[in-house]
């Protein structure tokens, strides 16, 4: 079950990885970002691209087995609940930590300034769009209707990440104008 899921993880970063590298040559290439460079194209579209990964890799947590109608036959294995989780959660966080890492290693080596939100913001963003996607996959039988749960449920949880940071900074008698 293992080998399964990370050839699940493997081909949609294939995919996902095939789409971001040759949009930017296909920008380049139809005249729409005249004289650019193609790091100056691909890094924003990396960065865009790595959130659809994650919410993706969080979103097909269940969806093999509910599309082929296998989830029941999967909950019968002689697995408890929590192993079956972890067999299918191991190789997406791995995927996902390996992906940050091969992110902040290109960016070191060839992508410096040419990002188009910070790493902070980046990180959080990635994360946080994994999580929300991941704990919605279960309940959510269409991947539009999970997309769009997803960046809700994101951008709420920004809002209110913001909410807090503005109000502890006015409790601390900071003044915004």
Known sequence: ML???WIDVGVQILF???????QPLFLIWTGITPEAVYADVFFPLLQFGLFFLAFLLGASLLATERYQRGLVYVLTLPFS??????LKLIPRFSALMLILGMYFLLFQLWGANRAAISHVSFILIFVSLFIISLSLSASAEN???LFFGSLFG???FLGLGFLVIWAALRL???VFY
């Open 154 to 156: 994101l951008l709420f």
């Open 16 to 22: 996902v990885s095939v789409f971001i590298v040759l």
């Open 143 to 145: 991947l539009l209707v």
């Open 172 to 174: 601390k008698g900071y």
């Open 3 to 5: 080998k399964k899921e």
């Open 81 to 86: 609940r929590l192993r079956l989780l972890a």
